[in-house]
Structures are given as C-alpha cells and as structure tokens.
C-alpha cells in the first residue's frame, strides 16, 4: 500500500493542490496570530527594560499611601505651611512626597545616581500636524535611558526635546517653535522651543524630556506610582543596596515600614520589568484572543475546503478501491491509504504554511515596530504545523470511512456526498435547528435582558447554526437563480443542471463562502449602523461643526478659513456681549481680553446652573477673585448674591442657521434662544431677561454696570444653539437693538461647517490653520469628538476585515477547487460536448456560469445573514447601553460585497474553465 500511496501522490498531484493551498493559507495565518501575543510582549518587556537601561533598582513610591502614613504619624518633614492642619489649632505641616524620599534616598551608602520619573500626556503640535507624547522630566545623565541624538537638553523654561519619530511628524528641529498643551485642549497652549532630538528605541511610546518645573504642561500625570530609579556604585550589587535602602529610614520620622507597606517597594530590575508586563496580561491575552478566534474561523472554512477534496477524490478513484478490494485490500488498508495521502499532503502544507507565516511575522511585525523574538516564533510554528496535519487528516476521516463501508462490486458504482435524508444529514439537520433555536433564544433574552454578555455568545450560535442549514437551502435557492436566464442558452443550462447536479459539494462550497461574506457584512452593517447613530446623536447636541470665535473677525479672515481645503461652508456671525439672568453684574476689568462674553465673573463657576443656562461652564477665563476686587463689594462674594451669567448673543442669519449639520432651534421675533430655561436665574413662565452694557460703560471700569445695563424681557426658546456656551437670536433683532442703544457687536465668531470626508489628520490642520489665522481664536465644535469616534470605529472595521481576509480567501479557494474537480469528474462529458460540436469558448461560459451560480447563492445568503446579525447587535447594544441604535445599511458597501464575491468567483473559475476548454474530445471519450 506505501507504493501505491506514493504513486498516487506522484501521478495526480493537481487534485491536491487546493487542498495544499487551503492548509497553506490557514497554517500561515494561524502562526501569524498565535506569535501575535508572544511578540506583542517581548517587545513591550524591551519598552519597560529601555527605561531601567542604565539603573540597578527601582523604588516605586506610592505618595498618597506616603502621605497618610505621614499624616497619620503626626510629623511632617519640611515643617511649616501645608496641605494638613495639626489637631487643636496647632500650625499646619507639609505632607511628605516622593521627592523627599529621593533626597534620602541620595545619602544611602553605594548610591551613585538617582532619577525621579513620573510621565505625564502632552500634546505637541506644529504646522497643522499633532501627536501625543510621553513627557518626562529631566533626570541625571548617569540614570537616564534616552541619548541625544542633535541638540541639547531642555534645561531653561519653555524649553523640549522630542524623539525623533515625534520631530518628524510634527516637521520640526532643532531651534524651531512649537506648541504643547494638555491632551484634550483644543485652545490654545503654550509656545515652547525644541533644543534638542534623540532617537526613539523600538515600541517605547512617543517621547519627550522637558525641565522638573515645567511639568505642569501636561497637566496631571498618569501615573499613580512614582518611579525613583537607581544606579548602585561600582561594586555594590542590586540586592545588596536593597537591603541598605530598606534598612535606611527613608519615610517620614515616626512612621515605620510596617505602618506603610504600600508606600514603598523596593524592585531589581528585571522585578520591575515583570511587574510592569503583569498590567498588560489581561490585554494582551484578549489581543491573542481575539486573532485566535479569527484564526479559528479561517481553520473552520480550510476545513470545509479540504473535506470536499477528499470526499470527491475518494468519489473518482472509487473503481481504484474497489479493484484494491478485489485483489485482497482490507477496509482497513484502504482507509489507511487515504489518511495516510491526508497526512502527507498535511505535513508538507503545514510545513510551508508555517514557514510563510514565519516569514510574514519576521516581514510585517517590525513594520508595526514589534519586535518578535525566535521563541516567539518557533513555538507557533510547531503549533500550526501540528494543527494543519491534524486538520487535514480529520477531514479525511469521512471520507476515508465512506470508502470502507462499501463492497468491493458495490463500489464500482458512483458515490454520492451525503444526501439530506442520509443519517448524516439528519444529524446535521437536527444539531443546525438546535444551534439556530438556543441562539435565537439567547440573543433575545441578551436584548431583553439588556445583557450584551448573553446576547453576544446567542448570535454567534445562531450564525453556526444558520450556516448549517444553508446547505439544504442552496439547491431551491440554485433553482430560483437560474430559472428563466439560464434556459435561454445550451451553456448556461447545462450550468445550471450541473450546479444542482451534487448539490451536497455545491452546498457546502456555497456555505464555506457564506461565512466569510456574512462576517464581513456583519462588521461592516455594524459599524455603519453605529456611525450613522453616533453621528446624528452628536449632531443633534452640537450641531455645528466648528465655531471659531475671537474678538473680531475681518473679511479677509474668513475668506481664508472659508477657502481652507475640508471646509464646506464658513459664515460669520455678529455677536454682542450680554448678561444672561436677573443676578447681578459685575464690573468688567479692562484687561479682559478673548471672546466676547468670556470676561471674568464668579458667578458662572460659583452657580453651575446659571452656565447651564447657556449650555456649558458660562465663563472661559473667570477669576472670581480677581473680578471681586475690582469693586464687586461684600454683597456681591456672598454665596446668597445671585450673579449674571456673561454670555455671548449670536445674531444669526438665516445662512447662519443652515450651516449646522442638525436644526439649530430658530427664535421667532422677541424670542431668545437658549440652552436649557431652567437654568436661567428669574425665568417666569418661558421668560427670561437679557440685559447688554453700552458700548462706553463697558469700558468704564468705575461706572456701576447694573444701573447702565439695558434690559430686556425675551420669551425663551430652548434647543441647541451653535454652541454651547451661548444665547442667540435673529440678526436683524441684534442689529435694532445695536443701533438703538450703542450696543458694541463685532464679528465675533464664525461657523463652519466641514466637508462629510474630512478625517482626523485634516481636522488638525484646519483647526491650526483657524488657531493661526489671529490673537485669541479659540475654537470649538461638534466635529472633534464626531471625526474622533469615526476614526476609531474605522480602525477597528479595518482591522476586522483583515483578520477576516485569510477565511475569504480560503472561500474562494474552494470555489475554484469545487469546479476543477467537477471538470475532472465530467471529463468524459465535456469530451461528448466537444465532440457534439460545443466550442472552447462556450466550455469556458459554461463553467464560468456554474461559478457565478455560487457566487449569486453565497451572496445572498451571506448578505441576508450579515444584515440580520449586525441588526442583531446593534440591537444588543443598544439595550446593554441605553443608547438609541438603529440599523443602518451600507447599500454601497453591501454592492462592493455582491461585486467582489461574483469577480473573485469568476476568477476563481478562469484556470479550470481552461482546464474544460483544452480537453479533447477523442480523449476525453476514452478517459477512464
């Protein structure tokens, strides 16, 4: 039998090689998503080991743990005014903190260098392009991990260094300016100059080194923990010093380390790089777990693929059987003859397939600056290369058994794939029915149990159990397509009699392909259900794009921002400075500067819900001190005085209005809108009053701003305004009032509204582009946190459909095999054909028909399915979050879908349409 093996192997190595492609693909993509997670953490243990590069020990320096052991000890170190007050009345003290510990830390014996790290977020930006860094502070040169590349160190105020990858993106160098600011701040920041690059090491997170002091750029950090790492003196060991750090009295007097565990911990190096990898587990063991599970789908579909191989070969070779049987074979021996030819073509499939997938990994991971190491690799490898022969021969079990159950003269007749009233295909029947009701069940209890936790294993039951019954729907749904057009022609009627001719391989082809045309449209229903939602959500509580707003505008500013490249629409708008509410007003300070209805007042941090009144905090700059001082009185800083909140009044045109991407709410004549009536102090009955200072009392500092204020009584209107930290009305009203009573109005704001394809990368450069287009611009809108989101949700459809390329691929594989061995099994009826005078080119129609038949049936039922499981989720999302969901179809998505399944099907048919087309007739009468 090895001799008979071998020559079949050797003879008709073409049946084989969709199999091979199939094990191929699928063992590739396996060792590339199982050496995911293993390279994902060898290349962040490098990230954390680049930081701890020139120390011995780490100390991790809890403050808040340090300072209520100090608090609770009574003692402070640096004695004085504090955060704490003494019992009794007794003085307050300061608080110890991590950088009185270093400065012990510096006196212990065998210590030759210390750093104090602790990394906050930055936002840098220059030229229209921005980036987030990690800002650390400038450590001694004997401990710190980052070398200079050109340039200096930051050491004066306003001074950076960026790595290098940051200063590329940003376009900028040594001796340039730019501005840093706190991630999230879309004002303005602070002008800082760059002295110096140095290169970034393999995955560590982008960079940047400022002075101690300056710190406070980046607001507060992110990090809990404050790190003091250490270099030992030359001969004193990591241990050793430990031990003298931890015999050292380094928190606060009176306060032991028994009273304190948590304040401080003392780590060697490799200690803390391990500490540092346990917080990334979690999420690196759902990152493999999430490409495994793609991995599994694309092993599922080769699986599918390699069956109906074995299950037609075993078909075409069975008078090759049968005479074995006859000349004295076991049932035995002949299963081992196909599992062995299984587990040949395995081995060698799984081999390659793991070699590519080793040479993809070593090719596409450094590109994503991961840095995979040999034993990241090796261990995959032998991992697909065991799952590819394992796979291969289990699908070769079926039809290895079905060649043994028969008689040897029983098998010289054609066989058949199971039918559906077959055992076989009733168990399948039965467990597709089961899958589909238990998923249905549970993906309704999830909804109405709003548990997208139940919900989401339901759907993906239901999507098995559906694709189990899809094959008993394709011979109707095969009959439905090709009735009418494909009678019209001899090709396409044979087509069609053929497709229908094994309806279990054509099924089971269709359903391979199914799977991955249901997920794809599954995400990409989703994600474009989502994005519509989110979208009209955002939409409706900003509906303005941008809103730039300063202290006046000129034509030639807004015809420049009107004509940056991304924006659809910029329309000025006049706007005055107005007090909101029947509270008091304070005097305006001189130096106030910005937008108008931005000056100082208390009143708008002090009452909330006066800010509300406008929609947000009500004041951009207020400094209630320094407003009260300026002859506010007594009366005025009690917390019982109501105070007017300062606005700004949009007068808005009618091309105003349209600007917004949802309807701004429209004050008919002696109406004022607002965001919220409520909120507005002495509403009464819909009503509220708008009071505005003449143009000379609001800059008369000593003038009383109340007995000038003109006021008057508006019906309130409330909706959505152009932003939220306005009041508006019609501009033709702004502009009576105006010139009746010397009300100063500027072109204080312009909205704008953006094109629907503008991306992340663009908004950055039109919102610096509008920052740097005059003094004090500040901007806001709706389309920062709406293109953010998109972004995010287009991201992860990529990534998704990428994950999911390898099972399509693999689908399509099988489309291609399914009629390459339909042409070898008919050999002798195309030969008939040919001779009954079929041309080349109609040989060739008539497979291409029979593969666009597929196509048609696994798109369709791959569309539907899709449509109804992204409905599916969406709706368990929209329960789990409350959030109102609706389902959304991508009609131009979905064609793209229908057209790449029917073209790559297509294709798939060119190399055995030829294979038909090329067959003679005299040969093809005398084959087998």
């Not at 499939?349 to 590519?356: F, K, N, T, Y």
């Not at 989703?526 to 409706?540: A, I």
Request: net charge negative; charged share 20%; glycine share 12%.
């Amino acid at each position: 039998m090895k001799d008979v093996l071998l020559t079949q192997l050797r003879s008709r190595p073409s049946r084989l090689i969709a199999t091979t492609i199939a094990v191929i693909v699928a063992v590739a993509f396996v060792v590339v998503t199982l050496s995911l997670g293993g390279a994902f953490t060898s290349t962040m243990r490098q990230a954390f080991a680049e930081i701890l590069k020139n120390s011995d020990v780490q100390i991790s320096c809890q403050e808040s743990a340090l300072q209520s052991a100090g608090d609770a000890g009574g003692v402070g170190d640096a004695g004085g005014v504090g955060d704490a007050g003494g019992e009794d009345g007794a003085a307050p003290r300061d608080l110890p903190t991590c950088e009185d510990v270093a400065a012990k830390v510096r006196d212990v014996d065998g210590v030759a260098a210390l750093g104090v790290v602790n990394n906050s977020a930055l936002e840098v930006r220059h030229a229209g392009e921005r980036t987030h860094v990690q800002a650390f502070p400038l450590i001694d040169a004997d401990v710190r991990w980052q070398t200079m590349d050109r340039g200096s160190w930051p050491e004066a105020d306003n001074q950076i260094a960026l790595d290098a990858d940051s200063a590329e993106l940003l376009k900028v160098d040594v001796g340039d300016s730019m501005e840093v600011a706190p991630i999230g701040q879309d004002q303005q920041g602070t002008q800082v100059a760059v002295v110096g690059v140095f290169p970034k090491s393999g995955f560590s997170f982008p960079q940047a080194v400022v002075p101690a002091a300056e710190q406070s750029w980046s607001g507060p950090t992110f990090d809990s923990v404050t790190r003091i790492i250490v270099k030992a003196a030359p001969g004193v060991g990591a241990a050793t010093l430990i031990d003298r750090l931890q015999a050292a009295q380094l928190l606060p007097a009176g306060v032991s380390a028994a009273d304190a565990p948590d304040a401080l911990t003392f780590l060697t190096v490799d200690q803390a790089v391990e500490k540092e990898l346990e917080q990334f587990t979690t999420g690196t063991g759902i990152l493999t777990g999430i490409a495994t599970a793609f991995a599994l789908i694309a092993v599922v579909v080769a699986g599918i693929v390699i069956t109906l191989t074995f299950q037609v070969l075993v078909v075409q070779r069975t008078r090759e059987l049968a005479l074995l049987r006859c000349i004295g074979a076991e049932g035995g021996q002949v299963r081992r003859l196909v599992l062995g030819e299984a587990a040949i073509v395995g081995l060698v499939s799984s081999a390659i397939g793991a070699l590519v997938g080793a040479g993809l990994v070593m090719w596409t991971f450094p590109m994503l600056q991961l840095t995979p190491e040999f034993a990241d690799t090796y261990v995959p490898m032998l991992a697909g290369l065991a799952i590819g022969v394992v796979l291969t021969v289990i699908c070769a079990l079926g039809p290895a058994r079905r060649a043994t159950r028969v008689a040897p003269l029983a098998a010289l007749r054609p066989m058949d794939v199971a039918p559906v009233r077959s055992r076989r295909g009733i168990v399948r029947l039965i467990l597709g029915l089961l899958l589909t009701g238990a998923g249905a069940a549970a993906a309704v209890a999830g909804i109405v149990k709003e548990s997208l936790i139940i919900a989401m294993p339901g759907g993906m039951a239901l999507f098995v159990g559906l694709i189990m019954l899809y094959v008993y729907m394709v011979p109707p749904l095969l009959r439905v397509l090709s009735a009418g057009w494909a009678k019209r022609r001899a090709p396409s009627e044979l087509a069609a009699a053929n497709a229908q001719r094994n309806p279990g391989r054509t099924a089971a082809t269709a359903a391979a392909l199914v799977v991955g045309i249901g997920l794809v449209t599954t995400v990409i229903t989703g994600r474009y259900s989502l994005e519509n939602s989110l979208s009209q959500t955002l939409s409706e509580r900003r509906p303005v794009d941008l809103i730039a707003q300063s202290n006046e505008f000129s034509d030639a500013q807004l015809r420049d921002i009107a004509n940056l490249d991304g924006v659809a629409q910029a329309v000025g708008v006049e706007v005055a400075r107005g007090y909101l509410g029947s509270g008091t007003i304070l005097p305006v300070r001189p130096e106030s500067e910005g937008v108008p209805g931005s000056e100082g007042q208390p009143g708008a941090e002090e009452n909330p819900e006066q800010g509300a009144a406008a929609g947000g905090p009500g004041s951009e700059g207020g400094d209630a001190e320094g407003a009260a001082g300026e002859g506010a009185g007594s009366e005025t800083e009690s917390s019982d005085e109501q105070v007017a909140t300062p606005v700004a009044v949009f007068g808005m045109t009618p091309e105003a209005y349209d600007v917004g991407r949802s309807r701004v709410a429209r004050p008919e004549a002696g109406e004022l809108g607002v965001r919220s009536i409520s909120a507005v102090d002495g509403a009464s009955d819909g009503k509220g009053e708008l009071r505005f200072l003449p143009a000379d009392a609001a800059a008369d500092p000593r003038a009383n701003p109340g007995e000038q204020a003109v006021g008057m009584q508006y019906t309130l209107v409330e909706g959505r305004g152009p932003d939220q930290a306005s009041v508006w009305l019609n501009a033709s009203e702004l502009s009576s009032l105006t010139s009746e009573h010397d009300i100063a109005v500027t072109r204080g704001a312009i909205i704008i509204k953006l094109d629907d394809d503008v991306d992340t990368r663009q908004l950055n450069k039109i919102a610096s582009a509008i920052r740097g287009s005059g003094e004090n611009v500040q901007l806001d809108g709706g389309a920062f946190e709406r293109i953010r989101y998109l972004s995010i949700l287009d991201t992860m459809m990529y990534v998704v459909l990428g994950l999911l390329g390898a099972a399509v691929a693999i689908s399509i594989i099988g489309v291609s095999n399914t009629l390459a061995l339909s042409v070898l099994e008919r050999t002798q009826e195309s030969g008939l054909l040919r001779a009954l005078g079929f041309t080349r080119g109609q040989m060739r129609a008539m497979l291409s028909v029979e593969a666009l038949l597929i196509a048609l049936a696994a798109a369709v039922g791959g569309l539907a399915l899709g449509i109804f499981e992204g409905w599916l989720g969406i709706r368990a999302l929209a329960a789990e979050t409350g959030f109102d969901l609706g389902l959304s179809l991508p009609w131009g998505w979905l064609a793209g879908i229908f057209a790449v399944a029917v073209i790559a099907s297509l294709i798939a048919s060119v190399l055995p349409a030829r294979t038909a087309a090329k067959t003679s007739p005299i040969q093809a009468m005398v084959a087998e």
